[in-house]
């Protein structure tokens, strides 16, 4: 597979990871994407800022706004890759239940 990147990578930083639960920092320029991945865990999303996430599935792509502190939750399974649709700098807090 090549290695090339249309897109820049969105930049995690892994808060806490421990027996229970990991916490997830997520980081998006304009444009940038989490690449494809499908979920392992169930896990939480906090939104820290406005989110304009491009979300692109195997149905297709949807965009959805995410208000800074709209919590939101999903199962284990659910696969995707995540980009920032905006014009402004993203970023959004994963909690991953173990």
């Known amino acids: 597979m090549s290695q090339f990147r249309a897109r820049p990578p ?3 930083t892994v808060l806490l990871d421990d027996a229970v639960v990991r916490v997830t920092r997520w980081d998006f320029e304009p444009g940038a994407d989490t690449g494809h991945h499908v979920h392992g865990l ?3 999303v906090v939104p820290m800022t406005d ?3 491009l979300i692109e599935e195997e149905a297709g792509e949807r965009r959805v706004h995410s208000k800074t502190g709209a919590v939101y939750r999903r199962e284990a399974g659910v696969a995707h890759n995540v980009v920032n649709g905006g014009d402004k700098p993203m970023s959004f807090i994963e909690i991953e239940y173990k």
């Open 10 to 12: 969105a930049m995690p």
């Open 42 to 44: 169930g896990y939480v």
């Open 51 to 53: 989110c304009d996430f």
